[in-house]
């Protein structure tokens, strides 16, 4: 199982407590862990990624095994200890204020 | 025994008050969507029970939800509350998709509008600022974006289809108001039900008179020096806000970024009817229930200025259709306050006696029980306030 972290607004929505816990088919990648979290949880389409272009939200950021992942592209594979659930994929919100 | 409802959005939740007819002592219930900006939240006029609102984050994108039963539960349309508490059978959640249409059959090709410097700039969604539920049926309503554009839903909320033709009308001449290129007021005519009226910064006043399929400004009259170097532009004016009395449906009243203006022909023409207000700046606009030459506007001191001359927080009230108009203070401060009051924040319910409320960006709520006549704090400490609206209940 892959594990999602997801901003407290987030969890708030998709009205879920801690870590997300997902399935997801074939190779682990930034677009296959969105794409599940996605369908496990269809209220967080649009909160992510962009409706239209698929693209991350300019505020937000991809974090995992103390890596910034936000710019890598969306079908390379996640590190391994994500794809094996030892570590979790984190969504960020950008920091904003003093 | 009747009572009222009012919704107010913030920048940090909404609060929904509620009073019984007295409207002397409130119960506030809120913060809803702790955090988020809601811009707007507006009961159906078919069914005061059904509320929509505007929930939006720089970070997450938009969000709509959903109550049906009167502000008490939330819910994004498309998703029943019980369906989310489950791991089986979410619905797939579309509440949120306001995707301009581009189909070659339907829709208008997503061109430029016009930037804060006079270059051209890509359209693109932001958030809804405006919800407006239909006149008749609870499931209609519609969504006034930014960046500018009329979206409407017919299934409660769940899908939202732009209707194009509006961004078509001149679209690329359109600019950025200082707060965003919004589309702020959808007035809906209840003599013809075909007839739409809405007011975007800056681009002015359109009008369809087929439901939204065709469009076209209505400006004629407005002059708007300090933006627009032709004095008979057709669009471009940043209209602030228009109201209408449900009863004299041809009348408007339009609260410009400078001046208040009157149409007596349903927009075709314009007139200035600022008369002696100490300043003609402002956002808010607003028609007594039972009187419709009777208007309310909160004059800010100027477009650099946000806040009411000499720190005087004074509504003023037109019993002439404007051009006179006297201020009213009882309850309101006199000195040292400089809030603002923005262009949603208005609203009146239907009493016998008609109530007026406000809300301040420095997080208060006031309401009037007299038409303006004394005035009292329902809350002192909100968010700054973003939108208010009134439901008055049977």
């Known amino acids: 199982m892959i594990r999602v972290v997801l901003p407290a607004h987030l969890r708030t929505l998709a ?10 088919e074939g190779a682990v990648t930034q677009r296959s862990v969105l794409d599940a979290l996605e369908a496990r949880y269809p209220m967080l389409k649009g909160t992510v990624r962009d409706h239209v272009t698929q693209k991350r939200r300019p505020f937000l950021r991809f974090f995992a095994c103390e890596q910034d992942l936000s710019h890598d592209p969306p079908d390379a594979p996640l590190p391994d200890a994500v794809a094996m659930g030892a570590e979790p994929f984190l969504i960020v919100g950008a920091l904003a204020g003093g | 025994m009747s009572g009222v409802r009012i919704l107010v959005g913030t920048r940090k939740g909404a609060f929904v008050l509620t009073s019984d007819g007295k409207r002397e002592r409130w119960d506030v219930s809120g913060p809803h969507f702790a955090g988020w900006e809601i811009y707007h939240l507006k009961g159906s006029p078919a069914d005061p029970n059904r509320i929509y609102a505007s929930q939006t984050s720089g970070w997450f994108g938009q969000i709509i939800q959903r109550s049906d039963d009167g502000g008490k539960t939330w819910f994004p349309p498309g998703s029943k509350p019980d369906e989310l508490a489950t791991p089986q059978g979410m619905p797939k959640g579309e509440s949120n998709k306001f995707v301009y249409d581009t189909s070659p059959k339907t829709g208008k090709p997503l061109t430029t509008h016009q930037w804060y410097d006079g270059t051209q700039h890509p359209w693109e969604f932001k958030r809804v600022w405006h919800l407006e539920p239909s006149l008749t049926d609870p499931d209609t309503v519609y969504a006034g974006v930014e960046d500018a554009a009329l979206f409407r839903s017919t299934d409660g909320g769940q899908t939202w289809q732009e209707l194009p033709e509006l961004r078509g009308v001149k679209g690329h001449v359109w600019q950025p108001g200082a707060g965003g290129m919004g589309l702020h007021t959808i007035v809906l005519d209840p003599s013809l039900p075909e007839r739409i009226f809405i007011a975007i910064s800056a681009a002015g006043v359109f009008r369809s008179d ?23 532009a057709e669009v471009g004016h940043c209209v602030h806000r228009i109201a209408m009395h449900p009863s004299r449906p041809r009348v408007l009243f339009m609260q410009k970024h400078w001046d208040v203006m009157r149409s007596d022909d349903a927009g075709e023409s314009w007139q200035e009817v600022s008369g002696n207000l100490p300043t003609d700046f402002g956002f808010a606009i607003d028609v007594h229930a039972h009187e419709p030459d009777t208007i309310y506007v909160v004059p800010i001191k100027s477009d650099s200025e946000h806040y009411p001359p000499e720190g005087k927080l004074r509504v003023y009230r037109s019993r002439t259709g404007g051009n006179e108009w006297e201020p009213l203070t009882k309850g309101l401060p006199q000195s040292d306050c400089y809030v603002n009051v923005l262009r949603d924040a208005t609203a009146v319910d239907s009493l016998d006696s008609c109530g007026v409320y406000f809300g301040t960006t420095g997080g208060q709520v006031y309401a009037s029980a007299n038409a303006g006549d004394k005035w009292a704090p329902i809350v002192r400490d909100l968010p700054p306030v973003l939108s208010v609206e009134v439901q008055t209940l049977p």
Do not use: F, I
């Not at chain 2, 469009?215 to 004629?220: D, E, L, S, T, Y």
């Open chain 2, 210 to 232: 087929d439901a939204g399929r065709t469009w076209r400004p209505v400006n004629r009259g407005l002059k708007s020096p300090y933006a627009l170097p032709d004095p008979d």
């Open chain 1, 15 to 24: 009205r879920v407590g801690g870590e997300v816990q997902l399935h997801v």
